[in-house]
Every structure is written in structure tokens, then in C-alpha cells.
């Protein structure tokens, strides 16, 4: 890149609200700008992350938060080929060096804890099943959620069971801290466990789990509750989707199920809330949620007073446009993180984005994972 960008273009770029610091909570954040948690399927077969992850995430270690791929809390919620976990020594010592690796390039990051309910196989499980809220597949049989393991039916949790599921994120989160992360997301979306409970595609239980909005939201707010006991308020979050079909969701009313939820998470005084948005596609083409603006991240302002986190193929000018309507506090990017690991110093300056290489997305080793360059900025810019 040229080095005749002049003080002025600095200065222009700079006041878009994306590069205003925050505080989330005690943590001080220096931009909107979030790395999502973007699942590379790198880590070993034991679940720990790859000897490369260190120097990935701290190649982004300029975003206002890192949040780390979705990670297990148990062996029973794995259900992918090399996906990370953090329910091991091996784990929490493999997720140590990432932490150091970002504290070192001056980053804060927090970690994505996960169960996959259904979305897994009996090869995870030594042949049993996955287990679900209810036993309803996401997918027919014939067909592969992974491109490698078939749907299978899960077997419905027994309520005695719950507590255990709570535990298991408890603990996951205990470990997380003495990883050095700087705080916990629970993911709630894309079809996994959590998901899974909220929406009654998936849950058709009558117990105290099942039937109306607010007992399907009764195991998030009790995870997320057993979560910040660990943590505190401010150092979690939680990731939705409330009209995402990801891996076989549907909800006929999902305006009343995720406002049980928002209004669970405000009395919990949960730090953030994710919203992934509505007509998230898996393009750079910018938010299907501008036309559709049911279930956005603004339309949980109301209901929440904690920072809202808003992700849906957003560019520097509409994450910005979020900030400014007061729609969102911060803005998280996916596929524009993964191709550009400094890409809040090419949204600051105005510079091309290269584009990330889908073939590389998930496995394999450096390639499509620590090579994409950063800009070649003079000393004076990249001090900035």
C-alpha cells in the first residue's frame, strides 16, 4: 500500500464510530470492532487447539474483542472432526498459549463455549447417541451435517440430566479463566444444544424444559446463570439467532420466544447479547437485515440493557450505520476477519479487502489460516 495517505484521510476515516472505545464493564475495549467466533476445525483429535492458533489470533489481535470458535464444554457436547474443547488439562494448556499469544499483541479475547446436542453421531459417543430435548433429528438420515457424519435421531434428555449440562458449562467456564480468556460467550445459536431448547422445531417436551417460551428458555438461563457465578455479569455474553434455519431450526413464533429470552438475560444482568442477524447467507454482500429488520440487533434495545453485539455480513459503512442509530454497540465480522487478519486498520484507512478462500475455510494447516498478509503500512500509520 502507498504510504501517500495523508493526514487528513486519516483523520476522515478514523471518526467513524466503529474506532470509538467502549467499556465493557471493567474491560476496556479500544473499537466496535468484534473478531465473531469462526470455526476452523484446526484443533487435534483430542480436542486441543492447533500449534497455529496462537499466531492466528494474535495476527487479529487489533479487533476490540476476539471471541475464539465455538469450543466443547464436555466430550458429550463434541460432534465434529477437530473442533476444540476445553474439558481437558491438554485443552486449557493448548487454549493458554492462544491467550498468552493475544495478551502479548496487546488483544483481549473471549471464548465461545458450546454443546452440540443433536449435531452429532455415535462416533463421538462410543455408539450411543447424541442426545436433543426431544428425539427429532435435524436432518434426514441420508444426508450428512458435516459432510462426513449422517443426522441422527438424538435421545431426549431426562430432566434429572439438566443440572449436568449446567455443570458441564460451569466447569468449561472455570477452565476458560484459568486459560487466561477474559471472558465467556455462550452460544445459544446455530442449532446447537442450547438453540435446540429454545426453539420448539426442536423441543416438543411437556416437562418444566418444554411447551411455553419460558420454560424453553429455563436451561439458557440456567446456564448462563451457573456461567457469570464464575465469571461475574460483565465478563459474558450470550450468541442468538432467532430466525436462522442453521442445522434444521424453525420456531413459529420466534418474536415471543427470544424476547423470553432478552428479558432473562437483562434480569441476569448479562454483559452482552449476540444477535446473529435475520438473512445471514454466508456472503459479503452486507446485512439481509436492513430489509428485514424483525429480530435485528435494535429491536432488543428495549428489552436489554447490556451491550449488544450485532453480526450478519456487515461492512465498515453499515456497522457503523448500526452504531450510530444506536442499533448495536459493537459489530462483529466473520469471513472479512479470516481473509484480513488487520482489518480494522483497513477499515480505518479506506484499503481493499482481500477475500477469504472457502476451500480453506475448515482443516488443514497454514494455508487459509495464518498466510492471508496484512497491509504494508509505514511505521508512522501502523502506529496509529
Do not use: C
Not at 473499537?31 to 487447539?49: F, Q, S, Y
Not at 435421531?153 to 486459560?179: D, V
Not at 454497540?329 to 477475500?355: E, H, K, T, V, W
Amino acid at each position: 500500500m502507498s504510504a501517500a495517505l495523508t493526514t487528513d484521510r486519516l483523520k476522515l476515516t478514523a471518526t467513524s464510530p466503529l474506532f470509538s472505545p467502549l467499556w465493557l464493564g471493567q474491560l476496556p475495549l479500544p473499537n466496535r470492532i468484534v473478531m465473531a467466533p469462526l470455526t476452523r476445525a484446526r484443533a487435534d483429535e483430542n480436542g486441543v487447539p492447533s500449534g497455529l492458533a496462537a499466531q492466528y489470533y494474535a495476527q487479529r489481535a487489533e479487533a476490540g474483542l476476539i471471541i475464539a470458535e465455538a469450543t466443547a464444554v464436555s466430550e458429550q457436547g463434541t460432534g465434529y472432526d477437530n473442533w476444540p474443547g476445553l474439558y481437558t488439562a491438554a485443552q486449557e494448556a493448548g487454549w493458554r498459549k492462544v491467550t498468552d499469544a493475544v495478551h502479548a499483541a496487546a488483544g483481549r479475547i473471549f471464548v465461545q463455549l458450546f454443546h452440540a446436542g443433536r449435531m452429532s453421531h455415535p462416533v463421538f459417543h462410543g455408539g450411543e447417541r447424541p442426545v436433543g430435548p426431544s428425539p427429532i433429528a435435524a436432518g434426514p438420515a441420508t444426508e450428512r451435517y458435516d459432510g462426513v457424519h449422517p443426522f441422527t435421531e438424538p435421545r431426549a434428555l431426562r430432566a434429572a440430566e439438566l443440572a449436568g449440562i449446567t455443570g458441564q458449562f460451569a466447569a468449561a467456564a472455570e477452565r476458560a479463566m484459568a486459560a487466561g480468556f477474559d471472558g465467556v460467550e455462550v452460544h445459544a445459536g446455530n442449532g446447537y444444544l442450547l438453540d435446540q431448547f429454545l426453539r420448539e422445531g426442536a423441543n416438543r417436551r411437556d416437562d418444566e424444559y418444554g411447551g411455553n417460551p419460558r420454560n424453553r428458555a429455563r436451561l439458557l438461563r440456567e446456564v448462563t446463570a451457573a456461567v457469570i457465578s464464575v465469571w461475574g455479569r460483565s465478563r459474558v455474553g450470550v450468541r442468538i439467532s432467532p430466525l436462522s434455519p442453521t442445522n434444521g431450526m424453525a420456531d413459529s413464533d420466534p418474536a415471543t420466544t427470544f424476547t423470553q429470552a432478552a428479558r432473562d438475560l437483562q434480569a441476569l444482568g448479562t454483559g452482552y447479547l449476540h444477535v446473529i442477524e435475520p438473512g445471514v447467507n454466508g456472503t459479503l454482500s452486507g446485512p439481509a437485515s436492513a430489509q428485514s429488520p424483525e429480530l435485528a440487533s435494535g429491536s432488543f434495545r428495549p428489552l436489554f440493557s447490556g451491550a449488544i453485539i450485532a453480526a450478519g455480513g456487515h461492512t465498515a459503512q453499515t456497522g457503523a450505520a448500526r452504531i450510530r442509530h444506536d442499533q448495536a454497540d459493537l459489530i462483529a465480522y466473520g469471513q472479512l476477519f479470516i481473509a484480513n487478519p488487520d482489518l480494522p486498520a483497513r477499515f480505518r484507512l479506506s484499503a481493499p479487502l482481500a477475500r477469504p478462500q472457502r476451500a480453506t475455510f475448515y482443516g488443514g494447516a497454514a494455508a487459509g489460516y495464518t498466510d492471508y498478509p496484512a497491509l504494508d503500512l509505514p511505521p508512522r500509520v501502523s502506529g496509529m
